[in-house]
Each structure stands twice: as C-alpha cells, then as structure tokens.
C-alpha cells in the first residue's frame, strides 16, 4: 500500500507523511490531479497514533480523497494538536501548457469581446432602421409618396421639381436604389441655365434611358419601338443661350415620349429648338406651351421657318392642350384642331389671328371645353394707342358677319377674357352656339375706365352662362361698374358671382345701394 | 346594420355599414364572405371584427375620415390632376408620426383612398427639404458608400468633380 502511494505522491508530500506514524493512512488516497490544492489535517490522538485526513477540496470534483468531518474526529479522537498543510502542485510542463491555455483564453475572450463591439456596431444601424416607422413601408408605398412629392413641387416650380427627384435619391441608399430603378421618377425633365443644371440634364436623360428591364404598355409607359422605350416624358425647357443644344438635341431624340410640353426661353434658343421640333413628330404630345421670354418676342417676329404650321411634321393626333403666345408668322392652323383647352396669348408685332382664322380653329375642335384669350397688362402701348388685341382681332370682323356661320361647340364650358380682349365679348359671343356654357370669367388686371363694352347683343351665351368669375381691381371705376352691371343684367340665368383678387367692393356698394333703394321703395 | 370593431388595445367601435364599407379588410370579412361562403361573416351587432395592428387612437382617426367619405367617393389613385379638398388636407395635418401609423393602418386596413391622402401627407411635409434635414426629420441613417457620395457629388455638380473627375 505505501509503495503504491508513494508511486503516486510527490517526493515532498512522501516525506511528509513518512515522518508519521500513519496507521490509518490506508483511508487516504491523496492522488490529487494537478490544481488541486489540498488541505490535509493532521490529528495527533497520541504517541502512537496519526490520522491524517482531507477536510478541504477547492475543487471536490476532482479529488478522490476520502471524506471525514474534521469536527467528528476531533470530537472522537481527542485531537491534541492540527496541523494543516496546504499543498499546490503544478508541474512544469503542465504549467507551462496551462500558462499558453490561459493566453489563448484571454486572447479567446478579447476577440469575443471585439466581436461583440463589432456586432453591436452592425447591429446598431439595423435596430435604427427598424424602429423608423417609414422604413418598414414596402417599396410601393414610398414610390406613391415620391411621385406625389415629385409632381407637387413640378406643378408649382419646374426646376424645383426636377431637382427634388434629385433630392430624393440623395436621403439613404433604400430610397436612391428605389428612386434609380424605377425611370418613372425621372420623367419630369427641365432644361434650364445655371451651375450643375446640364449635368442633371445628363444624369437625367441617362437614367431615363438606361432602365429598358420592364417596359410596359399602360400610361405612362410607351413602347415606340424597342431601342427607345421608357417612360412618357414631360419636359420643360426654360434656358438661355448655355444649354439650348443639349435641349434642342433632348427634343429630337426624345421628342417621340414626350406628353407634355413647354417652351419658355429667349430668341436664340426658342429659333434652335422650334428648329428640331420641325424634324420630329410628337405622337404622344398632349400638352403644348411656348412662352418667349422677355426680349424673345419682338425678336421672333423676324425668325423665318419657325412656323408652328409646320411643328412637329404635323403630327401631333393627341395634342388636346395648347398655350400658345403668337409671334409666329403664320396662323397655325394644322396645329389647333381636336382641342379641348386652347389658350391664346396676345402679343405686340406677332400674327393675331383674324376672326374667321378663330373660328375656323374653334370649328375644327368640337370638343373644345375652355377658350383663354390673354392680353397682359399695359399691352396697349402708347405708341399705338388705338391698336390692341380686341381691334387686331376684329379686322374682318364685318366679313366675318356676313358669313353668318356659328361655331358649334356641344362641350363648351368657359371662356375667359383678359384685359383688353374683355372689349371683345359683345362681338364674339354670338358665333358661339354653345348649349353647355357654365362661366365667364373676366381678368381686369388693367384699369377698365375706359371699357368699351358697347351695347350688349341678346344671344345664347348670355342666357345660358350661370357663373360669372370677376378676378383683379380693374373694374374699381364707376365706368366699369356700371359696364359690369349691365353685363350682370344681360345674363338671366346667372346664379353664381365669383370675385376674386381684390375685384368686387365697389360692384358690391352699387348692389346694396340698389338694394337699399328698393327697400325703401318698398316701404 | 352595425358592425363591432375591436382596436389593439380591446377598445370596441360601432361602425355603421356605409362607414365600415370604406374599410376593405371589414367589407371583405363581414360581407365579402357571403359570395364565397353563402353567408356573411358578421351579421349581427354582437360580433366583432378585431383588428390586432390598429390602435384605438388611430382606429377612431381613421373612422373620422370613413364617416366623413361615407356617402362621397374619395381621391383615388389614378386621378389626374389631383386635387386634395381642404378638409382631407386638414385631417391628415403635419405630425408626421401621426401620418405614417395612419399610412400603416390604412394600408393594413386597404383602404386606399386615405392610403393616398398619407402619402400625399408626408409628401407634403417632406417639400422644401434637403436630404439631410429629411434624415433629421425622419430618423433615416445616410448609409451610402464612398462610391455612391462620388456619384452623388457629380449630380450635384460639386466643386469636387470639377477638381478631381476621377
């Protein structure tokens, strides 16, 4: 027994024991495994007697020593004295493993620890994305926001408009990978002058046309041929002299997508662009305005080739929506026809339309729904005090008469008149057959002292008109009032007064003064 | 008839047919079920329709707007030149956590008319911002990479892509 305990024991720990007369040694096995620190009683009960026993066992589980209560055996034995030894044995070579099994488990729980910081870091973005409310809409639904987005600000402000689908695309990744797959978002292009705008023009045109992965047939898609599909197009080009070859070139290419659009730039560049609308059709083209700039009008009188006749090769069957200032040459007669809104700015030195040329235009769009005839204020220069729209406009008027024709429109609803084209009314309301009349609106920008309403004839459209929409304080003078009046009498069904923009406090005194007068009449 | 709906929190709202007929979910469920099953799911006052990702405050907002269109038809998409009435554009307001549990609900409940008149909500609130005071506003991380702050850059037009074109 002691040989095989002293095969097991450390050669310190057998001297230990040896030197005791241990007859009860046969109960303790001390074969530890290493990091066992071992706490060995020793109780001398005589002379004669040693009982050496374990009390203590950091780690029990790995201890195979004999377990007795140290309090019993002192109470049995009569322990004179106790001695505790407390032993740690660590081999060297198993220290030295244990040493590199710490370093690995120190290094262990640092690149856990790191990974941990890593992995909340990564997750730090996601759980903020996740409790953002907008970030859990799906795609579609922020699409709809965008283009509602988009659309809002283009109606309101073109360039605006453009440069929003731009601001769009710039908040996070999600929205610009939405914004950038879906070429809708760029439909709206506007073409202007300043810092950054041609490069946007580019960017524009480059997303519009490098998305072809879904074309489809409904609105607004189109599919002309399969190199150019994409998306129906609205452009707007409003631009000097820097970029009117990048539109005028936008428009040739793309003049076959376009549904909507405008014109609005100085002379050079309204000669270079109306020059590649001439190239091209408009298949598509539903609305159509062209607006000269200032210092563009009188300059394009002079343009030669330019006729709208002649614009987009005459084919434009959808073309429903036309805003046109006149500075052509030529009535463009091929270009009004199949309207439903036409809207006619006068101009000083373009090409006003004779009366039978208006009506012949009227004519050929039976489902005509809105007539604007536009003058801006102080159009009647003073170098030509006796020439203005309503004259220019009634030059045949006695020709016109003696055809005797009226113009059928069945869908016609409004017709407003501007400024000076409000003296024009008691001449041109009786060409109009125009059973659906519903308004009449008057915009008196100018001073209407002197309007020239002249008798008022007893026609359809006065006993037909229901609302009458007053905008603007130019019918403030008791001339005007008195005019406006008569108009109001001459108009029985009329159930609806509108005024609007400052018109209406002196043709509301003459009303209650009338009123106040019948009222004591009554009395 | 009325139909008994039960919000998130176990709140219960009475709802007449036309009101609860502007709701798809409830149209679908207490009627849509009679072409299908040959009989309604809910036809009578004592049974209720919960609807579990609706809270009461935003249930009772969005059965404001189903009251006020119960007898008109509201903005659809596909309108062109849309125009919201005044009171829509006052019902739906400028608190934009407001907008988007509506936005949520209504797109739960299929109920697209107010779905668009959310969208045209945020919108709304998003115009006149710029990319950074939408993050601001909304609470969105700008996670681009390099490479994307490049290209954006060029959109801009910045004096970086003049300098280095790279």
Redesign the interface.
């Known amino acids: 027994m002691r040989k095989q305990m002293a095969q097991r024991k450390s050669p310190r720990s057998d001297r230990r024991l040896a030197k005791c007369h241990v007859s009860s040694l046969r109960h303790c096995h001390v074969s530890l495994p290493y990091f066992s620190v071992v706490c060995i009683l020793s109780i001398r009960r005589s002379d004669e007697t040693h009982v050496v026993m374990s009390r203590t066992c950091p780690r029990p589980r790995t201890c195979s020593m004999s377990r007795v209560d140290a309090a019993d055996v002192l109470t049995d034995m009569q322990a004179t004295a106790v001695v505790i030894y407390i032993r740690a044995r660590y081999p060297r070579s198993y220290h030295q493993d244990i040493q590199c099994q710490i370093q690995l488990l120190n290094n262990l729980h640092h690149d856990i620890h790191s990974s941990c910081n890593m992995a909340t870091e990564f997750l730090t973005p996601f759980s903020t994305f996740l409790t953002t409310p907008i970030n859990s809409l799906p795609n579609e639904i922020l699409l709809d926001i965008f283009e509602l987005a988009v659309e809002d600000v283009w109606t309101r402000n073109t360039k605006d408009g453009h440069n929003c689908a731009f601001k769009l695309s710039q908040v996070c990744e999600r929205w610009r990978s939405i914004m950038l797959n879906h070429t809708i978002m760029w439909r709206r292009l506007h073409i202007g002058d300043g810092l950054g705008q041609r490069q946007r023009t580019l960017e524009c045109l480059r997303r519009i046309q490098g998305n072809r992965f879904s074309p489809q047939e409904s609105y607004p898609w189109v599919s002309i041929d399969n190199h150019l599909t994409g998306p129906a197009l609205e452009i707007d080009i409003n631009c000097g002299d820097t970029n009117k070859y990048c539109a005028g070139v936008t428009l040739r290419k793309y003049l076959h997508r376009v549904t909507k659009l405008r014109i609005s730039a100085s002379p050079e560049p309204m000669l270079v662009m109306t020059k590649f609308c001439h190239k091209e059709p408009a298949p598509l083209l539903e609305e159509l305005t062209i607006v000269p700039q200032v210092g563009a009008t009188r300059w394009a009188t002079y343009i030669s080739g330019v006729d709208l006749e002649d614009l987009f090769r005459n084919e434009a069957p959808l073309l429903r929506k036309v805003d046109l200032t006149l500075v052509h040459l030529r009535w463009p007669k091929q270009l009004l026809k199949n309207l439903r809104f036409l809207t006619l700015r006068w101009a000083p030195f373009g090409d006003w339309p004779q009366l039978y040329n208006l009506l012949d235009a009227l004519a050929a769009s039976p489902e005509l729904e809105e007539l604007h005839l536009l003058c801006p204020p102080d159009a009647l220069h003073p170098s030509y005090p006796d020439f203005g729209p309503a004259q220019d406009l009634f030059r045949d008027v006695a020709d016109a008469a003696d055809r005797g024709t009226k113009v059928f429109l069945p869908c016609f609803k409004m017709l407003a008149l501007e400024n000076a084209f409000i003296e024009t009314l008691p001449l041109l309301v009786p060409f109009f057959d125009v059973p659906n009349i519903e308004e009449l609106r008057l915009i008196a920008d100018d001073d209407q002292s002197e309007l020239r309403l002249g008798d008022l004839p007893s026609c359809d459209f006065f006993d037909r008109v229901i609302a009458l929409r007053i905008t603007g304080a130019g019918f403030e003078s008791m001339h005007a009032t008195a005019r406006l009046v008569a108009l109001i009498d001459a108009m029985p069904k009329l159930d609806k007064l509108k005024l609007q923009a400052g018109a209406g406090p002196q043709l509301l005194q003459h009303y209650i003064r009338e009123l106040e007068d019948a009222t004591r009449w009554a009395m | 008839m009325s139909i008994t709906l039960i919000s998130k929190e176990g709140a219960q709202f009475l709802v007449s047919k036309p009101v609860a007929d502007r709701i798809g979910v409830v149209r679908d469920c207490a009627y849509g079920a009679d072409f299908w099953l040959g009989y309604a799911v809910a036809t009578d006052d004592s049974m209720g329709i919960t609807l579990a990702n609706v809270t009461s405050s935003i249930l009772s907002k969005i059965l404001v707007w189903c009251e006020h269109y119960k007898d008109m038809e509201p903005l659809v998409?596909g309108d062109s030149n849309m125009e919201f009435p005044e009171w829509d554009m006052a019902y739906i307001g400028h608190d934009m956590?407001q907008i988007?549990?509506v936005?949520?609900a209504a797109?739960y409940l299929h109920i697209p008319g107010l779905?668009?008149l959310a969208?045209?909500g945020?919108?709304?609130v998003?115009?006149g911002?710029?990319?950074r005071g939408?993050?601001d506003l909304?609470?969105?991380?700008?996670?681009?990479?390099h490479r994307?702050e490049v290209d954006?850059d060029?959109?801009?037009?910045y004096w970086r892509w003049f300098l280095h074109p790279t």
């Open positions: 998409d956590n988007l549990f936005l949520e797109d779905l668009l969208c045209k945020i919108a709304d998003l115009d911002r710029n990319p939408i993050c909304l609470g969105i991380v700008m996670d681009f990479s994307q954006m060029k959109e801009n037009g």
